[in-house]
């Protein structure tokens, strides 16, 4: 099994920064990518940015320029740096990992982000 723990969301005005972390333990070794998605109340959960093992991203086209995904594997974390936030950026932010073992995707409990305008 694969455990996730996010941190780092919080309450920032419109034109600020967040950076999320989302700390994996467990079979890390089964892991083949992770990412980040969000859920906004009344709409379905999306993805927001996504990073392989080695190292290939992808974003959503409403974060491009704007966020950024990392990894640390000396920690088996991955982070979110996100800037110029948006009001419509605000949602429960939820971490993501893939297990090629069992091909299913396991979650964290999700972080809150809510900007002001």
């Known amino acids: 099994q694969v455990q996730l723990v996010e941190s780092g969301g919080g309450l920032v005005q419109a034109g600020g920064s967040l950076r999320l972390s989302c700390a994996a333990s467990?079979?890390?070794?089964?892991?083949?990518?992770m990412g980040w998605y969000r859920q906004a109340p009344g709409k379905q959960r999306e993805l927001v940015a996504h990073?392989?093992?080695?190292?290939?991203?992808n974003y959503a086209d409403l974060v491009k320029g704007r966020f950024t995904i990392s990894r640390d594997s000396a920690k088996d974390t991955i982070y979110l740096q996100m800037d110029s936030l948006k009001p419509e950026d605000a949602a429960v932010y939820y971490c993501?990992?893939?297990?090629?073992?069992?091909?299913?995707?396991?979650w964290g409990q999700g972080t809150q982000v809510t900007v002001s305008s």
């Open positions: 993501g990992a893939y297990v090629y073992g069992s091909s299913t995707w396991s």
């Open positions: 467990g079979i890390i070794f089964e892991i083949s990518a």
């Open positions: 990073i392989t093992n080695d190292g290939k991203t």
